[in-house]
Each structure stands twice: as structure tokens, then as C-alpha cells.
């Protein structure tokens, strides 16, 4: 009996070890491209989780554009509508950890204040990257010092996405 439990113990750790390998995106070899196209590309929001529960978007969010470069600068367009806060300029690089997982990093001297870090830079982690989509994950304290676990997916800002903006 204790054996066979220990055998259970095992396997769920050898599963769950697999799995967390299987989770990691790695960095595709054009992954420059895909994100910021020939010259310059432009992302908008499609879908925002907060904790794992779709948010509602509003209209900062559902005008927020941000567009990287090949000169690996990034610039958001928030400073543009009313409300929506101060625009981020940043550089931005790819990055992958020593298991291979792959991020994107902004780094700049807004990054701090505008997206509340200690550090001048931030890291998203690349949940997937295509040509269509970029899905990055992201901690965020955005009120006092709890953090909050995002998920947005972009898509190229000529995409339409329906149900963009809904209401529960």
C-alpha cells in the first residue's frame, strides 16, 4: 500500500514536471518580425483576463494601440485619448530564461511609473507569436501592492475581433 501511494507521488510529480516543460513557448526564430513586421507594427487588445475572468473592456482599452519597431522601440497610444493615462515609450527586446521560456522586455524610464515596477523595465511572458497573434502574461499591482495575473492577446490592429466589447 505505501509503496503503490509512492508510485502515485511519483508519477504525478514526473506529469506535472512534463507539463510545466510543455508550457514553455519558445521564442521563434522570426519572433522579431512577428512583432514588430517590416518597419513597424501596431497591436490592439482583443481579449484582457484578469486572474483567469475576461474583463470587460472599455474605451481605453478598446482604442489602445501599441506599435514596435524593428529599431526595437515601443510606443503606446494612450496620451492620445482623453482619460486613458500617459503614454509608454520604451525599448523593447526579446529575452528567453534558462528553461528556454521566452519574453519580451521593455525597458525605459516610464516603465517604472507607469507600469508601477521598482526597476525601469518589465517582462511579459510570451504565451504564444504569430503573424495574428502575440499573447503575453504579465503581473500587475493595480491597487496597493497585490498582484494580479494578466493575460492579454493582440492582434494586428486591422484585425477585426468580434465580441471585443461586451457587458456580463
Not at 500500500?1 to 512534463?18: A, D, N
Not at 489602445?64 to 524593428?70: C, D, G, I, L
Not at 508601477?116 to 507569436?129: C, H, R, T, V
Request: aromatic letters at 10%.
Amino acid at each position: 500500500m505505501l509503496r503503490s501511494g509512492i508510485l502515485v507521488v511519483l508519477l504525478t510529480l514526473l506529469v506535472s514536471c512534463e507539463s510545466d516543460k510543455n508550457d514553455i513557448f519558445l521564442l521563434p526564430a522570426n519572433a522579431n518580425r512577428l512583432i514588430a513586421g517590416e518597419h513597424s507594427k501596431t497591436w490592439k487588445l482583443a481579449t484582457r483576463y484578469n486572474n483567469n475572468i475576461r474583463m470587460n473592456m472599455g474605451d481605453c482599452f478598446l482604442s489602445y494601440r501599441v506599435t514596435y519597431s524593428r529599431v526595437m522601440n515601443i510606443t503606446d497610444n494612450n496620451s492620445e485619448h482623453e482619460d486613458c493615462g500617459e503614454s509608454l515609450n520604451a525599448i523593447w527586446s526579446t529575452y528567453e530564461n534558462d528553461e528556454g521560456q521566452a519574453f519580451i522586455k521593455l525597458k525605459g524610464p516610464k516603465v517604472k511609473a507607469l507600469l508601477n515596477q521598482d526597476n525601469d523595465y518589465k517582462f511579459f511572458k510570451l504565451l504564444a507569436l504569430d503573424s495574428t497573434l502575440m499573447v503575453v502574461e504579465f503581473k500587475h499591482a493595480q491597487y496597493g501592492s497585490k498582484a494580479t495575473k494578466i493575460i492579454d492577446s493582440l492582434v494586428p490592429e486591422h484585425i477585426k475581433v468580434d465580441g471585443r466589447k461586451f457587458h456580463w
